[in-house]
């Protein structure tokens, strides 16, 4: 197996504890009984699949059983993965010779930054040439932009930045005209925000009005960056920022804090956007393309 593999697997070991503990001693018995189906439906609303989600998933599995299928943990990973497809897309990068634009946005503390140095790190791995620029527009704190600076040193990237307190879409101003000159990958890091802050959330708009009037055209991805263990609120964050910048996709953080790793069926089941990537821990390599079959596999392995 991948490292990679490896890595989510053990970041998901939580859930998986949580989920295939449960269903062992559930499914023991052989035939499930009524009583069986119900407990079943409250471990997987337990994981945070949602109660829409576990109800369907229970009603698949009963009506496959009865079909005369017999193994229901292969069956419930089949319906897991028929809920997850067309969940992944990778990272939408323009090969027409202008630059990439990825703004990334979320709540405080989700996990933005790291995921734009993991995110950077991989594409400074897959090619060592490829212009990178860092866009400190969380210009909310000092610290802020020092932390994005680290990155763009240790990847290997130009930053944009202005001093703490200024207009985060000057910066993206300038940022922008930067990687029109320069081509390659632009990454906006954002300051945290409340999906219900409205001035905060006109910001936002404002940052990627910026963007299309600079580059005469949306930027490339709008990606939500969603901590797992806020489990289903992070629906209601999603719809927000959605209805604010029309997203383009979620990375979902810290799936090895949580034993709610089921929200990754809620979230697709609520908000039809794709998930791009996943993290499972501080390091970079704990960020990787999100795989709806590695996802399943690691979860049940
Ligand atoms: N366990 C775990 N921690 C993570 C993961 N992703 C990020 N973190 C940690 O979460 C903390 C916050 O990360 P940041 O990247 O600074 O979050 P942010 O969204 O930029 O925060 P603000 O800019 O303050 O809103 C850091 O300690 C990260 O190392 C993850 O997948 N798993
Ligand atoms: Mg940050």
């Known amino acids: 197996m991948s490292p990679w593999f490896d890595r989510l697997k053990a970041g998901l070991s939580k ?3 949580g989920l295939t503990g449960s269903l062992s001693s559930i499914l023991r018995g052989g035939g499930l009984t009524g009583a069986d189906l119900e407990a079943l439906e409250e471990v997987l609303i337990a994981a945070d699949v949602g109660a829409k989600v576990a109800i369907e998933l229970v009603k698949g599995l009963s009506g496959a059983l009865r079909r005369g299928d017999d193994d229901p943990i292969a069956l419930l990973k089949e319906l897991i993965l028929e809920r997850l497809a067309g969940s992944e897309r990778p990272l939408s990068l323009r090969s027409d010779g202008s630059p990439s634009v ?3 946005a979320g709540v405080n ?4 930054t790291t995921t734009i140095a993991k995110i950077a790190s991989l594409l400074r791995a897959a090619d060592p040439d490829l212009p990178i620029t860092f866009a400190a527009a969380d210009t909310f704190r000092a610290a802020a932009i020092e932390q994005l600076s680290i990155w763009a040193e240790r990847v290997g990237g130009d930053l944009i930045g202005h001093r703490p307190g200024a207009d985060p879409a000057a910066v993206v101003f300038d940022a922008v005209d930067h990687v029109i000159k320069r081509g390659g990958v632009l990454f906006i890091d954002t300051a945290g925000r409340l999906q219900t802050k409205h001035n905060l959330m006109e910001e936002l708009k404002k940052i990627e009005r910026t963007v299309q009037k600079k580059l005469g055209r949306p930027s490339d991805e709008r990606l939500l960056v969603l901590d797992a263990t806020t489990g289903q ?3 209601a964050q999603a719809e927000r920022f959605h209805a604010a910048i029309d997203l383009t996709g979620l990375v979902l953080t810290k799936l ?5 790793g089921g ?3 809620a979230i697709r089941e609520a908000l039809g956007l794709p998930i791009l990537f996943v993290g499972v821990g501080e390091a970079a390599e704990d960020l990787d ?5 590695q996802f399943v ?4 392995d």
């Open 256 to 260: 090895d804090s949580t034993a709610k």
């Open 297 to 300: 596999e690691a979860l049940f």
């Open 233 to 235: 609120n992070g629906i």
């Open 109 to 112: 503390g989700t996990g933005k």
């Open 263 to 265: 929200v990754v069926l």
């Open 289 to 293: 393309a999100f795989s709806a079959r």
């Open 102 to 104: 990825v703004l990334v």
């Open 15 to 17: 859930t998986r504890n």
